[in-house]
């Protein structure tokens, strides 16, 4: 599904929701939200896996959000048809792709070679905490948000949850007065890059305990599961609790700063 609002304005925000079928709640009310708005930016609002989404899933045949780097030949599976369309619609000068999560922590991911002084000025905008830097060994190139240099993920909060609608509306706005050249507020935001996923590399069901939070420190010999004891100290993000084998179990992340040098356009990893 594609609504598109004040067509043919100088200024164009694109937001993508849906790329997991069961992250799909926010086009809806991003819908009613964006069509009563008064603006001069042309909005383009997608709900990218319509048919994962019907199903409550988080994709039909592979997760749509792992391909975009990938070659696609025929015959096509609904997630390939799905990006290989996208790639042909996607532009904007902002590009928000939104998710939610089974926790209610807000953040943002970013590129690292989108690390640049428009996206960050916009992220120091929004009330978010954290913002993930991802590198390319990171996730192989294969999200949407890494083939667009203005592109980066927001995640909204809890699954289904009115909060995540709410912050997904505030970000919008947001979006939109930054685009229009207003002034916003700079937030504090702490910039955290990402080391490597840990895997559950056992062939049993790993579950990790409930005091371990992301974003909260791990330090060395504290215990994540039953099997699983840390090894050196970083923080944790994007925590699965209950993990198959052979999958993600979390993000290993550790805290930066950033700076600019008055030469460059593009931040700089202290």
């Not at 930054?178 to 490597?196: M, R």
């Not at 290993?252 to 931040?267: D, G, L, R, T």
Request: proline share 2%; charged share 25%.
């Amino acid at each position: 599904k594609i609504v598109k609002i004040n067509p043919g304005k100088e200024k164009k925000l694109f937001l993508v929701t849906g790329l997991h079928g069961n992250e799909a709640s926010l086009f809806e009310q991003l819908k009613e939200y964006i069509t009563n708005l008064t603006t001069e930016v042309e909005i383009t609002l997608i709900l990218a896996n319509e048919e994962a989404a019907k199903k409550n899933v988080r994709y039909i045949d592979q997760d749509l959000n792992r391909i975009f780097n990938s070659k696609l030949e025929a015959p096509l599976n609904i997630e390939q048809r799905i990006c290989q369309e996208l790639k042909n619609i996607i532009s904007g000068d902002l590009i928000i792709d939104f998710h939610t999560h089974s926790g209610t922590e807000k953040f943002t991911l970013l590129p690292k070679s989108n690390l640049t002084v428009k996206t960050i000025k916009f992220i120091k905008s929004l009330a978010i905490s954290h913002c993930i830097i991802i590198k390319d060994d990171i996730t192989d190139k294969g999200s949407l948000v890494e083939q667009y240099e203005n592109a980066l993920s927001i995640e909204s909060g809890k699954h289904n949850s009115q909060e995540a609608i709410e912050f997904s509306k505030i970000c919008v706005s947001k979006a939109l007065d930054f685009l229009s050249g207003k002034v916003n507020s700079q937030e504090k935001v702490n910039f955290l890059e990402a080391i490597e996923f840990i895997i559950n590399k056992t062939d049993k069901v790993e579950t990790i305990y409930n005091n371990i939070k992301n974003f909260k420190r791990i330090n060395i010999g504290d215990k994540i599961s039953d099997n699983l004891t840390a090894k050196e100290s970083f923080i944790p993000t994007l925590i699965s609790y209950t993990v198959q084998p052979n999958k993600k179990i979390m993000l290993k992340c550790k805290e930066i700063e950033i700076w600019m040098p008055a030469w460059e356009n593009k931040f700089l990893l202290a």
